[in-house]
Antibody, heavy 123, light 106 residues
Framework: QVQLQESGPGLLKPSETLSLTCTVS??????????WSWIRQPPGKRLEWIGY???????IYNPSLKSRVTISIVTSKNQFSLKLSSVTAADTAVYYC???????????????WGQGALVTVSS | EIVLTQSPATLSSSPGERATLSCRAS??????LAWYQQKPGQAPRLLIH???NRATGIPARFSGSGSGTDFTLTISSLEPEDFAVYYC????????FGPGTKVDIK
């Protein structure tokens, strides 16, 4: 069973760059089964998909965030990461990493999730 | 761009009652719709994929139906652990979640 764990700073100032890492265990980021995804949830609000990366390095971003987001994969460490530039208070949220099934009966669903990392943007 | 709406925003029910939650898409998503359950302080958990298929380990009291633009999640008899927020998610274009329905105890 795939397990995911987010890590990174929990407090940022406006205009800084958010950087989070997701460490994968019980599976490989080189797997063709999943797109490795980032999702966020502002306090009291709905979930928002940020983007995902495939083992080939192909990335797809939410158009609303595309100009500020970079997702990358580090195969040697079995990790993938998120960078979000020029953050504001509106980027305060719990950030989740998750698997997005690329094929099969579960295609298009997020079936494994990390526990989430709260990132607060405040001056 | 597809928009998902969910109703009601809050459903107040008692254990043992039947709960019916609705998700509507602004345009057809075929059966490319999933349902998730989220409890406070926890990550969402996948319940239903492809509109009507229960994910592994999900109790039979959860069922999904619908296609096109109108979908329903039914909990046949609410257990105490079912009081949570439920989100629908479509995958026709990029992944998108609905605003959620909170099921709370009456």
């Amino acid at each position: 069973q795939v397990q995911l764990q987010e890590s990174g700073p929990g407090l940022l100032k406006p205009s800084e760059t958010l950087s989070l890492t997701c460490t994968v265990s019980g599976g490989s980021v080189s797997s063709r089964t999943y797109y490795w995804s980032w999702i966020r949830q502002p306090p009291g609000k709905r979930l928002e998909w940020i983007g995902y990366i495939y083992y080939t390095g192909n990335v797809i971003y939410n158009p609303s965030l595309k100009s500020r987001v970079t997702i990358s994969i580090v195969t040697s460490k079995n990790q993938f990461s998120l960078k979000l530039s020029s953050v504001t208070a509106a980027d305060t949220a719990v950030y989740y990493c998750a698997t997005f099934d690329s094929s099969g009966p579960m295609q298009g669903t997020f079936d494994y999730w990390g526990q989430g990392a709260l990132v607060t943007v405040s001056s | 761009e597809i928009v998902l709406t969910q109703s009601p925003a809050t459903l107040s029910s008692s254990p043992g009652e039947r709960a019916t939650l609705s998700c509507r898409a602004s345009q057809s998503v075929s059966t490319y719709l999933a349902w998730y359950q989220q409890k406070p302080g926890q990550a969402p958990r996948l319940l239903i994929h492809d509109a009507s298929n229960r994910a592994t380990g999900i109790p039979a009291r959860f069922s999904g139906s619908g296609s096109g633009t109108d979908f329903t999640l039914t909990i046949s008899s609410l257990e105490p652990e079912d009081f949570a927020v439920y989100y629908c998610q479509q995958r026709s274009y990029w992944p998108l979640f609905g605003p959620g329905t909170k099921v709370d105890i009456k």
